[in-house]
């Protein structure tokens, strides 16, 4: 059973995420946690019963926006769908890029954890919509292109300004699905 919000929660959760991203979830202990949290081992224990239990807590914000994308994405017809699926696709790719470096540094392992169980079906929709529900190759292959550039691009440590990235990799996303771009 999870506590109620505090500042030393959220700054548990905050320190855990960046040392996850850096150092991945395996190469990272409780003790590092507290340390980097500035708390007691026993502190971050009374918030979280463990190290799952924190990376279960980061990780369910992005398996909850994936799947809202879905639903949003699943009254979309053909080529209505694709750039509301590349938009959308890059807002929540943006907004957790450090938990998406956590998935990518263990993704075996990390596909497994039960709150990511939404990940498989749901980019497959994902790609249905870039692809504008198209089942011709090209458009298959060009929409998971799309997919994995843009986790890559996330998880990468570019110091390129929020706005900027996120324009670029709409842009380019546009692009590798043969759409017009501005």
């Given amino acids: ?8 929660r959220r700054h548990i959760l905050d320190s855990a995420l960046r040392l996850f991203a850096e150092h991945g979830f395996k190469g990272t202990s409780l003790h590092d946690i507290a340390v980097e949290a500035h708390c007691s081992k026993a502190s971050l224990l009374y918030h979280f019963a463990g190290k799952d239990a924190i990376l279960t807590e980061l990780l369910t914000p992005p ?7 879905r639903a949003e994405l699943a009254a979309l017809d053909g080529e209505r769908a694709v750039e509301p699926a590349a938009a959308g696709y890059i807002a929540l790719a943006m907004r957790f890029h450090l938990e998406i470096k956590i998935i ?30 198209s089942d011709q190759p090209r458009a298959r292959v060009m929409a998971q292109m799309v997919i994995g550039g843009v986790a890559v691009t996330v998880a990468s440590d570019l ?7 996120r ?6 996303a546009l692009r590798i699905l043969g759409r017009p771009t501005s």
């Fill in 104 to 133: 990518f540094a263990e993704l075996p392992e990390m596909l497994g954890h039960p709150v990511l169980a939404v990940i498989p079906e749901a980019v497959d929709e994902l790609a249905d919509a870039l692809a504008g529900r």
């Fill in 1 to 8: 059973m999870s506590r109620p919000p505090s500042p030393m």
């Fill in 159 to 165: 110091d390129v300004d929020p706005d900027t990235m």
């Fill in 63 to 69: 398996a909850e926006g994936l799947s809202v994308l």
């Fill in 167 to 172: 324009a670029e990799l709409l842009r380019g």
